[in-house]
């Protein structure tokens, strides 16, 4: 690489500025990669439920994450990967389409009009006032809960336990697998040693040194290939019905899906700032507005390719936690997804329980400052305690924003201290509490 393009890489994301270099950003894009790359396989198979084709699917899956991914790192310069959710797309296909019995394209349109009511919301401004409304407490637990959040995902990747037989007997008995176990501990070795030497790379390392023990103990075959070419093309034939979508019966499904993304974005983009340290001043900022409204945009762009809603993924934090600080860590985490669509044997292979470790040890990280100094009273600290543990438990960042966001106030009337309560935080309230009425559990 000449040292005139990389000065201008350097200059256009400001990497120096940031106190960091190119190396860095390359790692930590591929970092970030490894850890999400599990979507690439799973998003697709959500999708054939919903009576996708599997080459429609895939296309489908990677455009989307391809698109959010270059717009958050061109655009917001910021070092996150954008990508279908798991929790909208589980809502969406089996429950919305499923259990509900609304038509596909009709949810599609759905998504892509919440899209475009998301993108005129932050566009407006109004999304300033809110989130400078909320209080330190809950923007401070958004990063511990997703910290749990992150460490559950880990436990659960890591297949270390399994429901026996005998569960049916008692809920206490587990089948423990000696394999997994082994895997998780090694690769939390391998992160914690090169961590406790300061050597760069830990996390990435982790990963790969799971991967290779879950292929040595057969956790997971080896991939029968590594480059095939791509599925067909399919064109963009799922296209989303906004007409259907602007129906009396899809008003609700609209209104969900907004609140939705919009406390999903919220918590997680002020969670992954934190650990950047650069949501002093949120709406001073430009990378933070730029954030929620890439969330806006990919959201439009998902259905028209016949994804479900993409978002900045929360496991981003892999990438953040190896030191990276700018876009290049994006543009290098969406050239890896584009260039999976020639590599899908190796990436279908790539074994779940290899990003356990570094999960694990990434929800550490970002619940090591657990004391928070502000919590003066058991208002605050039962606000912290409750989102913290909604939002891991439920498996839904939005579903427990919104829970911590209607109890900090019946907390702080109880404390007697409800004239520190922001006026425009009523607002959020209200959204919360319209939100959880027509959530469909």
């Known amino acids: 690489m000449s040292g005139?393009?990389?000065?201008?890489?350097?200059?256009?994301?400001?990497?120096?500025?940031?106190?960091?270099?190119?190396?860095?950003?390359?790692?930590?894009?591929?970092?970030t990669f490894l850890s999400m790359c599990y979507i690439l396989v799973v998003n697709p198979a959500m999708l054939i439920v919903a009576g996708v084709p599997f080459g429609d699917a895939v296309w489908a899956t990677i455009i989307s994450a391809c698109a959010g991914t270059l717009l958050i790192g061109l655009y917001a310069n910021r070092p996150y990967v954008v990508a279908p959710i798991v929790?909208?797309?589980?809502?969406?296909?089996?429950?919305?389409?499923?259990?509900?019995?609304?038509?596909?394209?009709?949810?599609?349109?759905?998504?892509?009009?919440?899209?475009?009511?998301?993108?005129?919301?932050?566009?407006?401004?109004?999304?300033?006032?809110?989130?400078?409304?909320?209080?330190?407490?809950?923007?401070?637990?958004?990063?511990?809960?997703?910290?749990?959040?992150?460490?559950f995902l880990g436990s659960s990747n890591s297949g270390i336990i399994l429901v026996g037989a005998m569960?049916?007997?008692?809920?206490?008995?587990?089948?423990?697998?000696?394999?997994?176990?082994?895997?998780?501990?090694?690769?939390?070795?391998?992160?914690?040693?090169?961590?406790?030497?300061?050597?760069?790379?830990?996390?990435?390392?982790?990963?790969?040194?799971?991967?290779?023990?879950?292929?040595?103990?057969?956790?997971?075959?080896?991939?029968?290939?590594?480059?095939?070419?791509?599925?067909?093309?399919?064109?963009?034939?799922?296209?989303?019905?906004?007409?259907?979508?602007?129906?009396p019966t899809m008003i609700p499904i609209v209104v969900l899906l907004f609140f939705l993304t919009l406390f999903d974005s919220i918590a997680s983009i002020l969670g992954l700032s934190s650990l950047t340290q650069q949501n002093e001043e949120t709406g001073n900022n430009p990378d933070i507005r730029r954030s929620f409204l890439t969330n806006g945009l990919s959201m439009m762009v998902s259905p028209i390719v016949g994804c479900t809603t993409s978002a900045i993924f929360i496991e981003s934090v892999a990438g953040v936690e190896e030191g990276g600080k700018t876009g290049l860590v994006a543009v290098?985490?969406?050239?890896?997804?584009?260039a999976s669509l020639f590599c899908l044997p190796l990436v279908t292979a790539f074994p779940h329980v290899a990003t356990s470790a570094v999960l694990l040890v990434i929800g550490l990280l970002m619940l090591a400052q657990f004391r928070i100094p502000s919590l003066s009273s058991r208002g605050e600290m039962l606000t912290a305690f409750v989102l913290i543990v909604t939002m891991s438990i439920t498996q839904n960042i939005g579903l427990g924003l919104s829970i911590g966001i209607i109890v900090y106030p019946i907390f702080m009337f109880a404390a007697g201290k409800q004239s520190e309560i922001p006026r425009v935080f009523w607002g959020l309230v209200v959204c919360a509490a319209i939100f959880l009425v027509i959530f469909p559990y």
């Not at 990389?6 to 930590?28: M, Q, V, Y």
């Open 4 to 31: 005139s393009l990389i000065s201008h890489i350097d200059r256009f994301f400001g990497i120096t500025a940031r106190g960091s270099n190119i190396r860095t950003e390359i790692l930590a894009g591929l970092t």
């Open 87 to 151: 929790s909208q797309g589980t809502l969406v296909v089996y429950v919305l389409c499923g259990v509900l019995n609304y038509p596909w394209r009709a949810v599609l349109g759905a998504i892509f009009v919440a899209g475009i009511l998301f993108s005129l919301f932050i566009i407006s401004g109004y999304w300033d006032i809110f989130i400078k409304s909320i209080p330190g407490t809950i923007s401070r637990s958004c990063t511990r809960g997703i910290g749990f959040f992150i460490a």
């Open 332 to 338: 290098v985490a969406a050239v890896l997804i584009a």
């Open 167 to 247: 569960a049916v007997t008692s809920p206490y008995l587990r089948e423990i697998q000696p394999s997994n176990l082994f895997v998780l501990l090694a690769g939390i070795t391998v992160i914690g040693v090169m961590m406790i030497r300061k050597k760069t790379g830990a996390l990435i390392c982790g990963i790969v040194s799971c991967a290779l023990f879950a292929y040595a103990l057969g956790i997971e075959k080896l991939p029968t290939g590594t480059v095939t070419a791509p599925p067909a093309f399919p064109g963009f034939q799922w296209y989303p019905d906004v007409a259907a979508a602007l129906t």
